[in-house]
Every structure is written in structure tokens, then in C-alpha cells.
């Protein structure tokens, strides 16, 4: 069962993060469309399962990806994860619904990837803008780990971090769809 070891931070320079992670790898600029399904009672979210629908585009190409993950196995959020391209995500979108499951959340983001060899691991940084989450920039560092493998992935993940001068501080678990489903909410509060 494969383990996405990742870390994922706020960034306080995204330019200064760019450039040197442009010394590890070329970029490659992205922009993901995500669906979250769940159960209309969000149980599949409330015990930590995630079921994603994720449409990439780049700009010679656009492929679309399901992603099943599992509960967390680490206290960092790290969590097994499960993937497969497919064809049509409206077949996706149908199926789910016509199973009773619902969309949970949908939104975009903006992503530079950076895929290099550290430690002897393969990794992928990520740089992320997220529209609805204006001024806030995001860095996810991630590894394939096995299971017993999980915290020395997490250590050379951590190195990379601090190469790029990203402190402990500024390491977050929170998910993106929590970030965007509040960043709602409060438009919804503030809206007459």
C-alpha cells in the first residue's frame, strides 16, 4: 500500500522558492481542476477518506486522474493513496452520483511542479495558488513511501524544506478543501 509522504507549508516567498527549486528541476506550470466526492453526511471526509476527481491541464496536454486515499498513517497527514488515470470524468461524475455519493467540494488551483531526485527518493514540489485563497501561497513536498518507510521519507522530504528555507513553523495539515470550504463560508457571512 503506497504512502504519499508529503509535507505541505505556507510559503512566505514564493519567488525565492521558485528559483531555487528551479535549480533542482525545469517547472512545469499546471492547473488542477479538483471534485471531492463524499456521502451526503460526509462520512468518507469525518474518518479521513478522500475521493477526488482531478483534471490536469498543462499546455501541451490535459489528462484527468482518480484518486482514492485512505486514512491518514502519520501524524503529518501523510495518507496511502490510490490512483488511476481515466478517460471521461463525466462518466466519473455520473457514477458517483447515480451511487448516492455527492459532490463535497469543487475549485481550481495553480500549480509548478518540480520533479527531482533527492536522497535517493524521486519528489515532486509543488508550488500552490488556489484563486479563492487570494494572497496565500502554498509549497507541498511529497514521496511514495511503503508504509515502514514513512519517516525516513518524511526526513529527506524535511531536508528539501529546509533547503528551501521553509521552517517548521510554517508546516501545515490543514487540507485545502477546509481552507476553501471556510474561505466560503465566510463570503457567505459577509454577503448582505
Same mark, same amino acid.
Given at each position: 500500500?503506497?504512502?504519499?509522504? #508529503? ?16 535549480? $533542482?528541476?525545469?517547472? #512545469? ?66 457514477? $458517483? ?18 520533479? $527531482? ?20 501561497? $502554498?509549497? #507541498? ?52
Amino acid at each position: 500500500m503506497p504512502v504519499e509522504a #508529503e509535507l505541505t507549508a505556507l510559503v512566505r516567498d514564493s519567488d525565492l522558492v521558485r528559483a531555487t527549486l528551479g535549480t $533542482f528541476a525545469p517547472v #512545469e506550470r499546471s492547473t488542477y481542476a479538483d471534485t471531492y466526492y463524499d456521502h451526503p453526511d460526509r462520512s468518507l471526509d469525518a474518518r479521513g477518506y478522500e475521493l477526488r476527481v482531478r483534471t490536469v491541464t498543462t499546455a501541451d496536454r490535459t489528462r484527468t486522474v482518480l484518486t482514492y486515499k485512505q486514512p491518514p498513517v502519520h501524524d503529518t497527514g501523510s495518507k496511502p493513496e490510490h490512483e488511476t488515470v481515466v478517460d471521461d470524468p463525466d462518466v466519473l461524475r455520473e457514477t $458517483f452520483l447515480g451511487l448516492g455519493l455527492t459532490v463535497l467540494i469543487e475549485f481550481s488551483k495553480h500549480c509548478d511542479n518540480y520533479r $527531482f531526485t533527492c536522497g535517493g527518493r524521486d519528489l515532486l514540489a509543488t508550488v500552490v495558488e488556489i484563486p479563492e485563497l487570494p494572497g496565500q501561497t $502554498f509549497l #507541498e513536498v511529497e514521496t511514495a513511501a511503503e508504509p515502514h518507510d514513512v519517516d525516513a521519507a518524511l526526513d529527506v522530504v524535511r531536508s528539501v524544506l529546509v533547503d528551501l528555507g521553509v521552517a517548521d513553523a510554517d508546516l501545515s495539515t490543514q487540507s485545502y478543501t477546509d481552507r476553501v470550504a471556510a474561505q466560503r463560508a465566510e463570503r457567505a457571512r459577509s454577503e448582505p
